[in-house]
T-cell receptor, first 115, second 116 residues
Framework: DSGVTQTPKHLITATGQRVTLRCSPR?????VYWYQQSLDQGLQFLIQ???????AKGNILERFSAQQFPDLHSELNLSSLELGDSALYFC??????????????FGPGTRLTVL | AQKVTQAQTEISVVEKEDVTLDCVYETRDTTYYLFWYKQPPSGELVFLIR??????QNEISGRYSWNFQKSTSSFNFTITASQVVDSAVYFC?????????????FGTGTRLTIIP
């Protein structure tokens, strides 16, 4: 158990709908990363938040957005869903330390199915 | 930009055989980190190893070993005496240390099937 929790575990919805995926990082971790694993794109980085602020963006669609709240949990919002958005969405967290590298710990993922 | 290539899409071996998973990476940065993750059928990502660009020593952990060669930009993973529980998708990944932003660039994965 990595200490990172994600809810829900599974989500089934229809095209055009909007969903919210939730991630709770490990205690003390300030950074949250979101990744998408799809058949077409493989595993790819979407976005990172650090202590409530957006830190880096990857291949995230404009229909997707994220935020990190004061309690450090994060939500990934997916809107106007398309069939191609069906994927496994991972959240990872890391702790800002004085060392030059901050390990990422992955949650179990949320499997989104768009019908 | 960073890139990770895992040319082997699928590998099948008979139990107890040794198997090597290949990983080739591309980056212009001199400081970087390489990883291997295992994704069993249950779907979670299990961290196996991290290696930084300044440490080319090979590492062994039980039946697992890793061979890092900067000269060929490769970070290969060998499982000796494979077991059925090793069946999974294995991902190689690369990260550039940016003091707070260490997004991972993943390869496409190698699906390993161990035949009993």
């Amino acid at each position: 158990d990595s200490g990172v929790t994600q809810t829900p575990k599974h989500l089934i919805t229809a095209t055009g709908q909007r969903v919210t995926l939730r991630c709770s990082p490990r205690s003390g971790d300030l950074s949250v990363y979101w990744y998408q694993q799809s058949l077409d794109q493989g595993l790819q980085f979407l976005i990172q938040y650090y202590n409530g602020e957006e830190r880096a963006k990857g291949n995230i669609l404009e229909r997707f957005s994220a935020q990190q709240f004061p309690d450090l949990h994060s939500e990934l919002n997916l809107s106007s869903l398309e069939l191609g958005d069906s994927a496994l969405y991972f959240c990872a967290s890391s702790r800002r330390t004085q060392s030059s590298y901050n390990e990422q710990f992955f949650g179990p993922g949320t499997r989104l199915t768009v019908l | 930009a960073q890139k990770v290539t895992q040319a082997q899409t699928e590998i099948s071996v008979v139990e107890k055989e040794d198997v090597t998973l290949d990983c080739v990476y591309e980056t212009r940065d001199t400081t970087y980190y390489l990883f291997w993750y295992k994704q069993p059928p249950s779907g979670e990502l299990v961290f196996l190893i991290r290696r930084n660009s300044f440490d080319e020593q090979n590492e062994i952990s039980g039946r697992y070993s890793w061979n890092f060669q900067k000269s060929t930009s490769s970070f290969n993973f060998t499982i000796t005496a494979s077991q059925v529980v090793d069946s999974a998708v294995y991902f190689c990944a690369l990260s550039i240390s940016n003091f707070g932003n260490e997004k991972l660039t993943f390869g496409t994965g190698t699906r390993l099937t161990i035949i009993p």
